[in-house]
């Protein structure tokens, strides 16, 4: 593969991960309290902010303390779950840090702040909790069913334009 077209690929990050793992460590390392990241993802700056990365690498430093077995992030996590406006980040997050308790009780939470519409545009079923509501969660099986069913449609109309015509 020539350098130009490899260089673009090399480059790419995933969204949430870097700046939240380093500064997850900083503050850990450090002792650091964590009231700024809670100040932030608490303020009404926070639903303002939403074309920076701020929120999500927030969510990230909040699971990795909650992953450390810190207790004050993994409540901030789940508060913002059910409050913020990243909701869907910071469940993906969430999830991930291994805790048992991190995900108790807010299936129903989420459910409750998200139309049909909206549940069906935030599910994807390799991440977050999604598959495992879907067990229990009638609006979450459908919302996944209906994300497939699309998957399905765009792969199968994409299909039909490479082939000659």
């Not at 998957?151 to 299909?159: F, L, S, T």
Request: net charge neutral.
């Amino acid at each position: 593969m020539d350098q130009d077209r490899a260089k673009p690929l090399m480059t790419r990050q995933p969204r949430c991960l870097p700046a939240g793992l380093y500064y997850a460590r900083l503050f850990l390392d450090h002792d650091w309290p964590m009231d700024g990241v809670a100040g932030h993802l608490r303020s009404a700056a926070d639903v303002v902010d939403r074309e920076s990365d701020g929120p999500a690498w927030r969510s990230a430093c909040s699971a990795c303390w909650a992953g450390a077995g810190r207790a004050d992030a993994l409540a901030l996590l789940r508060e913002y779950v059910t409050e913020g406006w990243n909701w869907r980040c910071a469940l993906d997050e969430l999830s991930e840090t291994g805790s048992p308790q991190a995900l108790e009780g807010l299936a129903d939470a989420i459910l409750g702040r998200l139309t049909d519409q909206e549940l069906a545009a935030g599910v994807t079923a390799g991440l977050g909790p999604w598959q495992e509501w879907a067990a229990n969660q009638p609006r979450v099986s459908a919302a996944l069913g209906e994300r497939e069913l699309r998957r399905k449609k765009v792969n199968a109309e994409r299909r039909g334009r490479r082939s000659p015509g």
